[in-house]
Nanobody, 125 residues
Framework: QVQLAESGGGSVQTGGSLRLACVNS????????RGWFRQAPGKDREGVAS???????KYKDSVRGRFSISADDAKNTLYLEMNDLRPEDTAMYYC???????????????????WGQGTQVTVSS
C-alpha cells in the first residue's frame, strides 16, 4: 500500500525559501503522475506543480519561475523547491500521486488518488 509523507514546511518571511519533500513508501513511486497541491484556509485546493515519469513538468502560473518540482527516484522522494515566497503562498501543502497512468499529468486534484497528510507553509510579510 502506497503511503505519502510530506516534510519541510515551516514559517519564513517574504522572499524566503523552503524545500518540501514527499517520501513514497510504495514500489510504484516513479511510474505515475506526481504533484504538489495546496489549500489555504477558506479557499479551494489548487494544483501547484506536477511531474510525469518522463520528467515533464507543469506549474500553476503564479508559481512558475519561483517553484521547482523534482524527483529522486532512487530515494522514492518528490521535492518542491520554493523560492521568493510570498504571503499568498501560505497554505497547507500536499503531495499526491496516482495508482495508474491516465495520460498527461494535470494540476487537477481529481486526477490523483493517493494523498499525503500535508505540511504547513506560512509566509509572513
Amino acid at each position: 500500500q502506497v503511503q505519502l509523507a510530506e516534510s519541510g514546511g515551516g514559517s519564513v518571511q517574504t522572499g524566503g525559501s523552503l524545500r518540501l519533500a514527499c517520501v513514497n513508501s510504495g514500489s510504484t513511486a516513479n511510474r505515475f503522475c506526481r504533484g504538489w497541491f495546496r489549500q489555504a484556509p477558506g479557499k479551494d485546493r489548487e494544483g501547484v506543480a506536477s511531474i510525469e515519469p518522463a520528467g515533464n513538468t507543469k506549474y500553476k502560473d503564479s508559481v512558475r519561475g519561483r517553484f521547482s518540482i523534482s524527483a529522486d527516484d532512487a530515494k522514492n522522494t518528490l521535492y518542491l523547491e520554493m523560492n521568493d515566497l510570498r504571503p499568498e503562498d501560505t497554505a497547507m501543502y500536499y503531495c499526491a500521486t496516482d495508482d495508474l497512468w491516465r495520460g498527461p499529468c494535470s494540476l487537477a486534484g481529481y486526477d490523483y488518488t493517493i494523498w499525503g497528510q500535508g505540511t504547513q507553509v506560512t509566509v509572513s510579510s
